[in-house]
């Protein structure tokens, strides 16, 4: 009951920082492997708890996408081939090789999160002054192949290199980008879902209780959208995500 408790609060919070400022995973996947739930098994019921977030968000904002529906569907299709990918690589490695990475990963999401603005700030500068990015599409679609099975393998700090490859290939529209993102974040995850149903890797209850919890906390927090600050909402993320990897280092 404890444990299902954990869950339940860290789903709540993870649900209210994903629509307050992104960054839920710092939470959710942690409590998942708190209570118990081995490193393979939580990174993949973790993906499954934030999917329905990304399918929700992507389909309010299904209006903002101007993209030609040929490019749309090529970016729909490598995300959803490439997430699966992901997904495999994630089947084959053992509890024990996950957990030697896992600080890791973990400081590359927290480094990504700290920095992610800044970076798509600059990019987007150099997509907009830059005429060599144009003739860079192939390069583009090879870097958006590499995300896409990070998202499928880790689905901490998708959002940020999702929008940091938009930026870099020449979007600046901020809400067809975060659509975008929201679209490939679902095709990403549930391409890796089906995999991890098959392989047997989702722990049902927890996952249930994590679920109901970030239903919640998202529902909860665009009540207090207005009234928070996004930067210390921001500012306590960067502190937990800090202290949770630094957790992971010392115990690994």
Known sequence: MIGFTLLFVAGVCGGMVNTLAGGGSFITFPALLAVGVPPVMANASNTFASTAGYLSGAWALRGQITVPRARLMLMAVLSALFGGVGAWVLTQTSN????????????????????????????????????????????????????????????????????????????????????LKLLCSAMISSSAILIFVVEGLISVPETGVLLLGTLVGGYAAGALSTRLSQRLVRNLIILVSSGITAYFFTAA
């Not at 700030?121 to 090879?142: C, E, N, P, T, Y």
């Not at 700090?157 to 870099?168: D, E, H, P, V």
């Open 96 to 179: 024990n090789q996950f957990q030697t990475v896992i600080p890791w990963l973990l400081l590359f999401a927290t480094l990504l999160f700290i920095s992610g603005g800044a970076i798509n700030r600059r990019l987007q500068l150099l997509a907009i002054s830059s005429g060599v990015l144009s003739k860079m599409d192939v390069v583009f679609w090879f870097v958006f192949v590499g995300i896409a099975i990070y998202g499928g393998f880790f689905n901490a700090g998708l959002g940020i290199l999702l929008l940091s490859y938009l930026s870099l290939a020449g979007y600046s529209d901020v809400n067809e980008m975060n659509a």
